[in-house]
């Protein structure tokens, strides 16, 4: 029996031994790799990163090229760098002699001579946004304003009325800034915007006192009418607290849209400008004009969502300071009397 049982420990001693040496046979050249700062001479390989492709899958396709070993381990290299969300896309010239972080460094630095960076400021109108394709040479105004009626697959798409509006898409072109592939279309460009604002409208929450339509509308007038991010938030209280007294908003930077068919190069309105007939005058007709006149940023659509709370109803620039800043007064004959 003590014979027997001197045979069944030394069976366990040697699968024990046995265990810890196949872990070390798996886990010592993981450590090296994930560790290894250091890069050496390999083979060049052109490697490509396809838009929207997720980490994991980057990983997997290195290991498919041989310049990585080991995918997972690859995957925690990024995310221990603070480098997750970071990688770009594009087409890179790689080594199968470089180490994970040059490979991570090198992908998270878009250094690809296959790509251009677009960026659309905030406040931007479809017809300036057709205006900066064309000048940059990236497609004509006409291929732009044609690719805005094909179809794209976003559930919010789905939530915008058909009314007499000048686009549809007016408002949902995510202001940012973009890297594409060289030859990108028209199609492709909007695509990319309308995802980006998906995914910013969807951090938002769903706090709004309107639609999203509506709420777009009010975030577009915020972005023309505000120059202070201070002051975002209170501009948008005083659009809910006249469309709650069924005042009329007039706003200026609607006007201006309609006279300038959306390119903003006026800088003055008229009595008679306030007259129109265009669905999207805020002077002659109650209530949000037919569509976004821009297409607003983050910060302006914060504010839609999020108005400050307060009994303003009017508001003009402060002439004094000359930084962009209003004064807000709550009764008519205030607003009179902080212009004098």
């Not at 406040?123 to 105004?141: F, H, M, N, P, R």
């Amino acid at each position: 029996m003590l014979r027997e049982r001197k045979r069944i420990k030394g069976v366990y001693c040697i699968v024990a031994a046995l265990v810890l040496i196949l872990a070390a046979v798996w886990f010592i050249p993981r450590i090296h790799a994930y560790n290894s700062s250091t890069s050496k001479d390999g083979v060049e390989v052109e490697f490509v990163v396809e838009q929207g492709t997720p980490l994991k899958t980057i990983a997997k396709n290195l290991k498919k090229e041989g310049l990585i070993k080991y995918d997972g381990m690859f995957v925690r290299k990024v995310k221990s760098m603070d480098y997750d969300n970071m990688l770009k896309y594009g087409t890179f010239e790689l080594s199968t002699g470089m180490c994970m972080e040059d490979i991570i460094k090198a992908l998270a630095s878009g250094t690809s001579g296959n790509t251009f960076t677009l960026t659309i400021p905030e406040g931007y109108s479809v017809q300036q946004i057709a205006a900066k394709l064309e000048s940059d040479g990236i497609c004509t105004k006409g291929e732009f304003f044609d690719a805005l009626d094909d179809d794209y697959d976003y559930d919010f798409i789905d939530e915008i009325p058909k009314v007499d509006y000048d686009y549809k898409l007016q408002g949902f072109l995510f202001p940012s800034t973009y890297e594409f592939f060289k030859g990108a279309s028209a199609h492709d460009i909007i695509d990319k915007l309308l995802g980006e604002f998906e995914r910013e409208y969807q951090k938002l929450g769903s706090n709004s006192k309107q639609n999203l339509y509506d709420t777009v509308i009010i975030a577009s007038l915020v972005e023309r009418e505000a120059q202070l991010d201070s002051e975002r938030a209170k501009i948008s209280g005083v659009i809910y607290n006249r469309l709650k007294n069924n005042m009329a908003l007039q706003i200026d930077a609607a006007v201006i849209y309609i006279l300038s068919d959306g390119m903003y190069n006026v800088d003055r309105v008229l009595y008679k400008d306030l007259e129109s007939d265009s669905p999207y005058n805020t002077y002659n007709t109650v209530g949000l004009p037919v569509g976004p006149i821009c297409n607003p940023g983050l910060s302006s659509l914060q504010a839609a969502v999020n108005p400050e709370n307060h009994s303003y109803l009017y508001y003009h620039t402060d002439e004094s300071k000359r930084d962009g800043s209003h004064i807000f007064t709550e009764t008519y004959s205030d607003h009179l009397s902080s212009m004098e």
